[in-house]
């Protein structure tokens, strides 16, 4: 019911009489659209005693409202808003003006970059750049996981806000899953659980930027850590990419004339190109990040996804001198749409960092994340990625075969060790927006934010996403790019 004390206001001081100053506000009301056709009103006792009045009184206005046809008894229900009301409609009530149908008034500041839109697929087929199947989600796993949480005497914990360092049962299990799996030598104090990998980012790069500070990435590069870079203010300066990763030359060449506050990489499966940094390279940046301290983000978000060749380990399981700041992600290993990510940072870093978390996020979620512990615990997530491994080999495999038979000439592409998608550039003459009209004629949805991501020189490649298609799907798509790169 709406809030009748408040939104009806009593002058007895007036010279209009009570009755109908109640009359006159509900008209408003319902000429304001607040009080739809159709709608009942509370009865004259209810509201007699809402509005601290003698019931006859409401009983008088009620009378005058049906009197004028704004109201109208319903027998054994009582009074409702008539559904043809008197007068000419004073505005369309399907579209009744509310405080938030214009604005705002206030001028708001907005990075020029955050325009960037993000089409949502419609089409059957989806080609995405880059994400797990989610018809593979361990789902038995986790909704078994999740029973077992709430069937103990103590559930009602796990339904309270975690801390915002995050689920000291997780952070404790992901101490032998990171040292198994990357040789990360770390203690929980150097573990924050987050809302994905990209909430890591920002907070991280929040701790460490400030406006007009010189930071170094890819090019190209992540857009949407490109993004949250500029929101902060940073001055962006881009060092090429090539098919042994980012140029570690320029960046030192970059250290030793300009003060760099902040480097950001993908060392392993680059996003969006898919090349991994090599060894030379490796061992060529962590010099430079001891020589001149500098602050890295390590982005290894799809990890957990290797085929022909075993995954490099990170940077930040190198000697590094503390100034790695590692982040990743287990929404893409699971291909739930559970949004958890994880920073590994210095002891000091991650209390600052959870500090700063709770002005937007107060606390985790704690039940997600003693649900996820309990799988990394009792090896269903270990299971999951062998299988999924597999498949996703099988797959890539698959579309790098129907990629060279279909599209001989009008794309290139070096397929990739690992991760979920193969960066597919096109010929000159082809034009990414024009294909992607064409193959949606089609059915085909794609996604290519690249292609504006980088509006001054348009990449003309995208991230093939061969992950989430099974083999009849990717059949599909790549006869419809065949197709669409036609003249």
Same mark, same amino acid.
């Given at each position: ?121 419609? +089409? ?132 030793? &004339?300009? !003060? ?13 190109? &898919?090349? &991994? ?13 001891? !020589? ?145 009209? !064409? ?13 504006? +991501? ?34």
């Amino acid at each position: 019911m709406l809030p009748y004390k408040t939104l009806i206001r009593i002058d007895k001081s007036s010279r209009q009489a009570v009755y109908l100053q109640i009359a006159c506000q509900f008209i408003s009301l319902i000429r304001d659209g607040l009080i739809q056709p159709g709608t009942y009103l509370p009865g004259s006792r209810v509201l007699a005693e809402l509005l601290a009045l003698h019931r006859k009184t409401v009983i008088a206005a009620y009378d005058e409202l049906q009197a004028q046809d704004w109201i109208t008894a319903i027998p054994r229900k009582g009074m409702m808003v008539s559904l043809n009301l008197p007068e000419i409609k004073p505005r369309s009530y399907n579209n009744a003006h509310h405080a938030y149908a214009e604005g705002p008034a206030f001028p708001i500041y907005e990075a020029p970059s955050l325009l960037l839109k993000r089409n949502l697929p419609t +089409a059957k087929l989806v080609l995405n750049d880059g994400f797990p199947d989610a018809r593979l989600a361990p789902l038995d796993d986790w909704a078994r996981e999740c029973r077992s949480i709430i069937q103990r005497p103590a559930y009602h914990k796990y339904l309270a806000f975690g801390p915002a360092e995050g689920n000291m049962y997780l952070r404790n299990q992901m101490l032998k899953y990171l040292a198994d799996t990357r040789g990360l030598n770390i203690r929980e104090e150097n573990v924050m659980i987050t809302r994905g990998a990209q909430m890591s980012i920002y907070l991280a790069a929040s701790m460490v930027v400030q406006k007009n500070d010189n930071i170094i990435v890819g090019s190209p590069n992540y857009f949407y850590a490109d993004l949250a870079f500029e929101q902060l203010g940073a001055n962006i300066i881009r060092v090429p990419v090539d098919d042994e990763g980012i140029d570690t030359d320029t960046v030192e060449q970059l250290c030793r &004339t300009k !003060k760099i506050k902040m480097l950001y990489i993908i060392s392993h499966h680059h996003h969006p190109t &898919t090349v &991994t940094l090599s060894a030379e390279r490796r061992m060529k940046l962590l010099e430079i990040i001891r !020589k001149y301290k500098l602050a890295v983000i390590e982005d290894d978000y799809d990890f957990d996804f290797h085929y022909s060749a075993a995954p490099i380990v990170p940077l930040a399981s190198a000697d590094h001198g503390g100034n790695v700041i590692y982040v990743g992600s287990f929404t893409k290993s699971l291909g739930l749409s559970l949004r958890i990510g994880f920073m590994i940072a210095p002891e000091k870093f991650i209390q600052k960092a959870a500090a700063l978390r709770r002005l937007i996020d107060i606390g985790g979620d704690n039940l997600v994340e003693e649900a996820l512990a309990g799988m990394l615990e009792n090896g269903s997530i270990n299971r999951h990625l062998k299988k999924a491994n597999k498949l996703y080999w099988e797959r890539r495999d698959l579309a790098g075969e129907l990629l060279i038979r279909h599209l001989p000439d009008a794309a290139s592409f070096r397929l990739p060790q690992g991760g979920m998608a193969i960066w597919l550039q096109f010929a000159k003459h082809l034009k990414i927006p024009a294909i992607a009209d !064409k193959a949606g004629t089609f059915g085909l949805s794609m996604s290519y934010g690249y292609h504006y +991501a980088y509006k001054s020189k348009p990449l003309n490649g995208l991230r093939f996403g061969f992950a989430s298609l099974n083999n009849k799907e990717l059949v599909s798509v790549v006869n419809i790019l065949a197709k669409a790169v036609k003249p």
